[in-house]
């Protein structure tokens, strides 16, 4: 803090002392409002804060607050200091929030918009920049993805220092990185295909064998990973293979903690010093959090779009407990709740289903297509008390989720 101009300094403690009144007040964590107001009084704030740091910053449509959770774990296994968003509040205020709360801390591992990713670029100057995937998300809000790839193509371009953390089997990741001046490569997987058709250089229909995707056309293929997500383990860049065992459940998020491992190993922490730090993580931001409820244990899922909601059915409990299913269609969301047609909701067949949630109309639409039998809840209690004493999974999308956390007295 001694460092930062004057300006800075006020406009951080001011930020801080709004976000204490927000989380005093009950209004939120105060995640977003301090940074809101250190960025009023110091509109140069982030560049100022992110200055003198190792910083990584972590985008893609899914997945994003869980790598950047596991990123920040596995940099904590050096013994410093890590400052993070750790509430998913990705945007620039959320970055400033995040930085002035940690003011000494020499890494900063910082989750980013898809579409703000070129600008925090230039703001932050990281070290290390993480690429997930890129699916259709929040279309009415949010640019078309190939647009968003050539975003990432020109900012990537145009930071020659910066180190690319990419997954090499999305089709889209892979050409945004390929014009970094460095990058990693991690076979993370690629469950959804359905935005990932055609090359993102020539537009033609890509060919997917067991060697990856490639393009007949102009020869643009799956780069060679030294990173590997092999079932529950993890092949490391020396060929080393190591279980994964980790407490958050899921095949994703085995891919999120593999290139967490990979941007770990920049830094020079190796796999079985990180590891352990993976494993303690239990729950994320509310998500894979067990939470009892008027004699019920829910667990809660988060998905926000149909790459999602395919991951989430993945961690669905095996013994056929009911599911709740709560849709809103808010800013956050996304307004359009046309996607909900390109999830099959026939997987959960046999089972339980309660709907909820400001657009549980839409969904209902949908499941009766797919021939799947529900009720409709008003809320989540509602809900709950529909279903005998025992264990439910609960699935949602953003907002919906968090109104759901609130409910529950924010102890997810």
């Known amino acids: 803090m001694g460092k930062l101009p004057l300006r800075a300094r006020v406009a951080t403690t001011l930020g801080e002392a709004a976000g204490r009144v927000s989380r005093l007040t009950g209004r939120g964590d105060g995640s977003v409002i301090g940074g809101v107001v250190g960025l009023r009084v110091a509109p140069d704030l982030l560049r100022q804060l992110a200055a003198g740091r190792q910083v990584v910053l972590v985008t893609g449509t899914n997945g994003k607050t869980t790598t950047t959770r596991l990123v920040t774990a596995a940099l904590g296994s050096l013994g410093q200091e890590v400052a993070t968003n750790a509430f998913g509040a990705n945007m620039e205020s959320g970055l400033v929030a995040a930085l002035a709360a940690a003011p000494d801390a020499p890494y900063a591992v910082l989750e980013v918009d898809e579409r703000y990713l070129p600008a925090m670029i230039r703001a932050t100057r990281p070290r290390v920049v993480v690429l997930l995937n890129l699916s259709r998300d929040q279309m ?9 790839a050539r975003m990432w193509r020109e900012a990537l371009a145009a930071a020659p220092d910066v180190r ?40 033609a229909h890509l060919r997917r064998d067991e060697l990856g995707w490639r393009c007949p056309e102009c020869g643009l293929a799956r780069p060679p990973a030294r990173w590997v997500l092999d079932g529950t383990a993890v092949i490391d860049s020396a060929g080393a293979v190591h279980e994964l065992a980790l407490t958050l459940p899921g095949r994703a998020n085995r891919s999120n903690a593999v290139m967490a491992l990979a941007v770990a190993s920049i830094f ?23 939470v009892e409820r008027r004699g019920r244990s ?40 046309s996607w909900l047609w ?16 400001e657009r549980r109309t839409d969904l209902a639409v949908r ?17 709950i008390d529909r279903v005998p004493p025992g264990e439910l999974d609960v699935i949602a999308n953003y907002t919906a989720f968090q109104q759901i956390r609130a409910a529950l007295g924010r102890t997810a």
């Open 268 to 290: 020079g922490a190796d796999v079985g010093q990180a590891l352990p730090f993976l494993r303690s993580v239990t729950s994320v931001a509310g998500r894979y959090t067990t």
């Open 140 to 148: 009415d809000r949010a640019a078309e993805i190939w647009m968003v």
């Open 342 to 357: 390109d999830v099959d909701y026939r997987v959960l067949s046999g089972r339980r289903v309660l709907i909820t949630g």
């Open 164 to 203: 690319v953390v990419a997954n090499a089997d999305d089709p889209l990741v892979a050409w945004a990185a390929g014009a970094a001046a460095q990058a990693s490569w991690v076979a993370a997987g690629q469950r959804w295909h359905e935005d990932s058709w055609c090359c993102p250089e020539c537009g």
């Open 298 to 337: 829910l667990r809660l899922l988060l998905a926000k779009n149909p790459a999602g909601w395919l991951e989430a059915f993945d961690v669905l409990a095996g013994d056929g407990r009911p599911v709740v299913l709560a849709i809103n269609a808010q800013v956050p969301d996304g307004k359009d709740t």
């Open 367 to 383: 499941l009766e297509a797919a021939q799947v039998p529900f009720e409709v809840a008003g809320d989540i209690d509602a809900a």
